[in-house]
């Protein structure tokens, strides 16, 4: 029986149906929140990475013929790097929105000195932020977002096939798309800050009616107790806030593929 033999150009389109497909992917896992980013072990985000491409690459076209070690095929990896970062970018955004109104809120009722460490951005924030975190990734995994994410990129190599540079209006979608950590911030915070801004009217004019009332030792836990309650009442529009914030991601990300 003779040996099995393989040509040069079937060596390359080997090489590239994995490689390529596996940066795209490996780029999304990266800083993908709840599937990657910091939270995850750097293990487990490779064999995701891997497990996901084995699946995709059957339903996969004709790879470009490239010498892989040619440059076009540092250029296409660099496109695969680029689209699949960018991807997990747009999710990205979503929970540091989510991150920012917690931030606000917690500054608003006077717990912003309460912090802890946030393993997703390697940096320390307000325990409100956490909890609304907390909140979002199950959220996230309640409404099969993570299944979402998977679909998208699976889909992306049909919208986008490797080999295709993205257009010309793509990076300014992303950019545009960062203007929504302060107007998703706002949307979840919104009936929280009112809520607090009209505690603080009251105790502003409680302090001039009466000077001699002691307003550090009176309005702190009032403006704390209220910051509680506006959080637990405000849940479910959080979660209206949260899942509108997650279909827009899904909406960006498919226009950034055709765009």
């Not at 608003?108 to 997703?120: E, I, K, R, S, W």
């Not at 950019?175 to 107007?183: G, H």
């Not at 949307?187 to 929280?192: D, E, G, Y």
Request: proline share 5%; net charge negative.
């Amino acid at each position: 029986m003779s040996a099995l033999s393989f040509s040069a150009e079937q060596i390359n389109s080997y090489v590239g149906l994995i490689i390529w497909p596996l940066i795209r992917i490996a780029g999304a896992m990266s800083i993908l929140p709840v599937l990657g980013g910091g939270e995850v072990p750097v293990r487990v985000r490779v064999g995701l990475a891997f497990i996901l491409t084995i699946v995709v690459v059957p339903s996969l076209g004709p790879m470009p013929q490239v010498d892989p070690l040619s440059v076009d095929s540092i250029v296409i990896s660099a496109q695969q790097l680029l689209i699949g970062v960018a991807m997990g970018l747009v999710v990205l955004i979503v929970f540091n929105a989510v991150t920012m109104a917690g931030e606000t809120i917690a500054v608003t009722m006077g717990l912003g000195f309460a912090m802890l460490n946030d393993p997703q951005n390697g940096s320390q924030v307000p325990t409100v932020s956490q909890f609304y975190v907390i909140m979002a990734t199950l959220l996230f995994l309640s409404l099969d977002g993570h299944h979402s994410i998977i679909m998208l990129i699976n889909g992306s190599f049909t919208v986008l096939p490797i080999g295709q540079s993205l257009g010309e209006g793509a990076l300014w979608l992303l950019v545009s798309w960062a203007a929504i950590i302060f107007k998703g911030a706002l949307s979840i915070a919104l009936p929280a800050l009112t809520a607090m801004l009209t505690t603080n009217l009251v105790m502003g004019v409680i302090t001039r009616a009466a000077p001699q009332l002691n307003l550090f030792s009176v309005g702190f836990p009032i403006t704390m107790t209220v910051g509680f309650l506006s959080i637990l009442l405000t849940l479910p529009t959080f979660q209206a806030a949260f899942e509108s914030l997650l279909r827009m991601s899904q909406l960006t990300i498919v226009e950034f593929l055709r765009s």
